[in-house]
């Protein structure tokens, strides 16, 4: 039987800068709150390894699909 790979699409907000790192649901969306600053990327990469953290996924399993230089991202998870 060959594996299926199941993507889920969610919508998240993202605090760069943050004394704190956390994932949070508030109002029906995460709140990704990361250490690292919105310059060069590191703010979006740290924001996926955050969320594959939460959801306990490979960081390689996670991606923003949209809102790359916005705080409200649209992020895709891939489960095999």
């Given at each position: 039987?060959?594996?299926?790979?199941?993507?889920?699409?969610?919508?998240?907000?993202?605090?760069?800068?943050?004394?704190?790192?956390?994932?949070?649901?508030?109002?029906?969306?995460?709140?990704?709150?990361?250490?690292?600053?919105?310059?060069?990327?590191?703010?979006?990469?740290?924001?996926?390894?955050?969320?594959?953290?939460?959801?306990?996924?490979?960081?390689?399993?996670?991606r923003i699909i949209a809102g790359h230089n916005a705080r409200e991202k649209i992020v895709e998870i891939g489960y095999t």
């Amino acid at each position: 039987m060959p594996s299926r790979n199941i993507i889920k699409k969610i919508s998240i907000k993202a605090k760069p800068g943050a004394k704190v790192a956390s994932v949070i649901e508030k109002d029906g969306k995460l709140v990704v709150a990361v250490k690292e600053r919105a310059t060069d990327g590191k703010a979006n990469r740290a924001i996926e390894k955050a969320v594959a953290k939460y959801f306990g996924v490979a960081p390689s399993r996670v991606r923003i699909i949209a809102g790359h230089n916005a705080r409200e991202k649209i992020v895709e998870i891939g489960y095999t």
